[in-house]
């Protein structure tokens, strides 16, 4: 217990020195920050355009489509912001800083969530939390103490499995000691087509969010909940068994650093 | 003409060594072309009488912007260009017997070119053989796909040009990076690559068309399928003429303003 209460403070600090070292730039910050919120933003502007048109996709309404799109944004962001160590990391195994990492008496998954917190990302979060409040207020369902559990199950969930996907990127890296592009497929991919619940694309796509990578568990089936076109409560609770792909990640990871052959720089 | 030439030639072939990236790259454009195509089915069921185009041809123009991602990808930039403004190295480039507008517009086509001629041609045949509605059509007629390889080669260079902007606002702006954030994003809706531009409502369609990022991927892929033609085609491709002309005319004025008045960085 000792141990896990000064991981903590060693994961506080390293946040403290990263956002006093970001705030030396405060103009580069802001305007990267609002470049992160145009980035978004910008799909959000092909979302309203299409529904100017269509009254609805698949039975799903813009004010409904938008809170999807809002809690997978937000799911994405946040993982992202915390996460964004192991997005890095296969730049850290090619100068050879992870054989530093290995040196000291610290869990190497601590110290490399601990060199990168993107706070820049925050732009990103902000946009989802509007268009959250906005769907949120437009949508035709009642929000009861369980709905607003699905929604922190969600984000629980989301960030669990978007983690889960960097690490893979990052334990993949020992092996082919470079960032692999099409891991982009799964992570900005994801959450780029997750704009739409994954009902949208069809059976066989529901199929494989829901069983391969359980993007599905995160927002179709607990949105179903939300949006009350199920009443049964298994669907609150869905979105936490998304974390099961955790285990595979962390797996992987292990046996990476297990293999782990320096670069030699 | 022969030194801009032989940057194109060098970037060219720097750009084709990196195969495996280009093997991952086509996977992930597979996925995402197939993704789209999804959403567009579904919005047709929706109510396909507010479906603006064939369905034949979004899926043309689908793959098109998947193949030729490279061409009109606002990220696309050469990383090195900003490097060199910033850390100072643009002294060396100054040096050189070359005017760097010239040399950096050459570099700029050439990086699209090399990293769309790995790409495209696998992509374009097995979308050629996905199912109608689904994969990449033949071209409305001969004629039609003339005009779209004219059209396309136009495209490639306003886009470059459109780069080259951007470039040299970094050189009295010194760090590009904010500015390469929005110049993305507003590219992305202005050219028709979040949705192509027909899907925008009527009175903002009307105004869309004019802007120089419609000018790029937008007229070709849709002369292809013959969703453009006619008059309107050929005011649209009379358009791309117009704005290649003035970014390039702009572009030098504002390139020699800025190499006269670069600050050279660090020692």
Known sequence: ?265 | MRKYISFFRLRLVTGLQYRTAALAGIVTQFFWGFMEIMVFHAFYEADPSAYPMTLQATSSYVWLQQALLAFFGAWMFEGEIFELIKNGNLAYELCRPVHIYDMWFARSVALRLSRAFLRCIPILVVAVFLPEGYGLGLPASFGAFLRFLLSLVLALLVMASLNMMVYVASLFTISGDGLRILFCSIVEVLSGQIIPLPFFPEHVQRILEWNPFASTGNVPFRIYSGNLSGAKMYQAVFLQIFWLILLNVLGRILAARGEKRAVVQGG
């Open chain 1, 1 to 265: 217990m000792e141990k896990k209460t000064s991981s903590l403070k060693l994961y506080m600090h390293y946040l403290q020195i990263i956002i006093k070292s970001a705030m030396q730039y405060k103009a580069s910050f802001f305007m990267m920050a609002f470049g992160q919120f145009m980035v978004s933003f910008s799909v959000l502007i092909g979302v309203y355009y299409m529904f100017q048109r269509f009254s609805n996709v698949k039975g799903f309404t813009y004010n409904e489509v938008l809170l999807c799109f809002s809690i997978m944004l937000m799911e994405f962001s946040l993982a992202e912001i915390w996460a964004r160590g192991f997005d890095t990391f296969p730049s850290m195994i090619r100068q050879g800083t992870f054989d530093r990492v290995l040196l000291r008496p610290r869990s190497e998954v601590l110290q490399v969530l601990g060199s990168k917190f993107e706070l820049v990302r925050i732009g990103k979060v902000l946009q989802a939390i509007v268009m959250f409040v906005y769907g949120m207020t437009h949508v035709e369902v009642r929000w009861t103490a369980a709905k607003i559990l699905t929604v922190l199950f969600m984000l629980v969930g989301g960030v669990g499995l978007f983690t889960s996907l960097f690490m893979i990127y990052a334990a993949l890296s020992f092996f082919t000691l470079e960032g692999l592009e099409f891991m982009n497929l799964f992570t900005d991919g994801a959450r780029e087509y997750g704009k739409y619940p994954f009902g949208v694309y069809g059976k066989r796509m529901l199929q494989i969010t829901t069983f391969v990578i359980p993007y599905a568990l995160v927002q179709y089936y607990p949105l179903l909940y939300l949006l009350d076109r199920t009443g049964n409560p298994i669907y609150i609770f869905l979105p936490l068994a998304a974390l099961w792909f955790l285990i595979p990640s962390y797996a992987l990871w292990r046996f990476g650093v297990q293999k782990y052959q320096s670069s030699g720089s």
